[in-house]
């Protein structure tokens, strides 16, 4: 029998942050641990396609104290309608993976990852992604696909679907984006993407604001488009979380896919953290108590164990409901119930927070500081975690706290849906869901859950259930090196 010849297919992810090298958010996790999962399939099975997958990042000042002396590899040239800028690429590895790191004058400008001025962000990531196009047109690796994310590596996708057809470098290559927040799309940026790109040429199916925006530019020109999660996906196509965009994005449904983001389950394992007063796993769940009895009297609760404890571990946003929290637990607040709020971000949901913890002294604490090792504690002590975001792309806080046995109760929206079983008649139920982004549909759901919880074996039972869920990133890594492969195919 002949054995077939394994097939390669290299692929370059290109972001703003990885982990960790540098994270502010989300992103962070995903740049550091998805091309680590998808590597880790030309080990751990026989595949037919071997995917080399290397990553590029801008050079961001606060990496350099990590990586002080990188290997210089290479120049390149980004031109704009004022002047051609030079640029140099460094090389690195870390945990397996070859990175690349692209310097230049309007990266060195600001010293922050992400700016409050978008217009400064819009300079770098522009001639970053740029960059990142013309620097592997003359380099002995090339990418077969350029798989960009969000709006800061929008202009690679674009730049690469207008230059294609008349350079021959260029022909065969790929583009994947994946978005994993649709309503920031790089505005404010405009001026700096009219500098270096030339004007779109317009398509009837996409409004015209959005021809100066950078993601608006990359949803247009990516061979394929991808979300954080299947439902996240779906919801785009309708107003209600479609940004303007809903009927555009209709008209690329066919390349458009959602892929559940995974969680790095080395990091987040309640058998193996330093951060709690005391490990566990599923199979000695009754030594969670000695966390939560310690949560309790680090914030001088009553300490009664039976008392359900509820937890919010948020950025104090409106996307993620904290408002939607405060009126509801406000409204149900002759329930017996303690709660426990963490987060900081927008000051009027911050006062709100602390105004509940003035009208119920002896059971809400508001915690307004971002603090990770409490969060650590929150996760193994809390019973509930409370998630009631107007949209949530993918979320990583519910996969967390069912893997640390807290039960979520949170809205149907996003990869909370997915992540998320509210199925109470079968043995798969983890959580509980509800619709309506409103104060009185998250008190139905929570006033569900508190009567649950008076049933401890049935209670066990859904911690158990959501500790057993494989949130890692391997199923997530096989469903992109199946999109590489289709993508590939002639």
């Not at 990586?67 to 800028?85: A, Q, S, T």
């Not at 389950?265 to 966390?291: Q, Y």
């Not at 571990?313 to 329930?335: E, P």
Request: glycine share 6%; proline share 7%.
């Amino acid at each position: 029998m002949i054995k077939k010849p394994i097939r390669k297919i290299n692929v370059l992810f290109i972001g703003a942050e990885a982990d960790p090298l540098i994270k502010v958010g989300g992103l962070g996790d995903v740049s550091g641990s998805l091309p680590q999962a998808i590597q880790a399939l030309n080990l751990d099975s026989p595949e037919d396609t071997h995917v080399n997958i290397r990553l590029a990042l801008p050079f961001h000042t606060p990496i350099h104290n990590i990586i002080p002396d990188p290997d210089l590899i290479g120049n390149f040239k980004v031109d704009n309608i004022n002047e051609e800028i030079p640029g140099s690429v460094y090389q690195t590895e870390l945990n397996g993976i070859t990175i690349y790191l692209f310097d230049g004058e309007p990266i060195q400008r600001s010293e922050m990852i992400y700016s409050v001025d978008n217009l400064l962000d819009g300079y770098k990531y522009t001639y970053f992604s740029i960059g990142v196009l013309n620097f592997f047109q003359k380099t002995d690796w090339a990418p077969d696909i350029y798989h960009a994310n969000d709006w800061h590596t929008s202009p690679l996708v674009y730049a690469l679907k207008m230059q294609r057809s008349t350079n021959p470098l260029l022909a065969a290559r790929k583009s994947i984006l994946t978005v994993h927040n649709l309503p920031f799309m790089g505005g404010g940026s405009e001026k700096a993407l009219a500098e270096y790109l030339p004007l779109p040429h317009p398509d009837d199916r996409m409004p015209d604001w959005a021809w100066e925006q950078p993601l608006p530019l990359g949803l247009y020109a990516a061979d394929h488009i991808t979300t954080v999660s299947p439902t996240y996906a779906r919801e785009i196509l309708t107003p209600e979380f479609g940004c303007g965009l809903q009927g555009f994005l209709k008209s690329r449904r066919d390349s458009l896919s959602g892929i559940l983001n995974g969680l790095n389950t080395r990091v987040w394992n309640p058998a193996d953290d330093s951060a709690l007063t005391a490990v566990f796993d599923r199979t000695t769940l009754e030594r969670r108590n000695l966390n939560k009895s310690a949560l309790l009297e680090e914030f001088d609760l009553n300490p009664d164990l039976d008392l359900p404890l509820l937890i919010l571990i948020s950025r104090m946003d409106q996307q993620k409901g904290v408002d939607l929290a405060v009126q509801a637990l406000r409204s149900i607040a002759d329930r017996p119930w303690q709660a426990i709020l963490l987060g900081t971000g927008n000051h009027t949901l911050e006062k709100s927070c602390t105004q509940l913890q003035k009208e119920f002294p002896e059971k809400v604490r508001a915690a307004i500081r971002f603090d990770s090792n409490l969060s650590r504690r929150m996760y193994a002590g809390g019973d509930m975690i409370l998630m009631p975001s107007r949209y949530e792309p993918c979320g990583l806080a519910q996969m967390i706290a069912m893997r640390y046995g807290c039960v979520p109760v949170a809205r149907a929206t996003g990869g909370l849906n997915d992540t998320i079983q509210d199925t109470p008649q079968t043995e798969e139920h983890t959580g509980f869901l509800f619709k309506p982004a409103s104060p009185d549909a998250f008190a139905e759901a929570l006033l569900r859950a508190l009567q649950t919880y008076e049933s401890h074996n049935r209670w066990k039972q859904y911690q158990i259930n959501g500790m057993k869920q494989d949130f890692s990133w391997k199923k997530s890594a096989r469903e992109y090196l199946n999109l590489y492969k289709t993508l590939m195919e002639p």
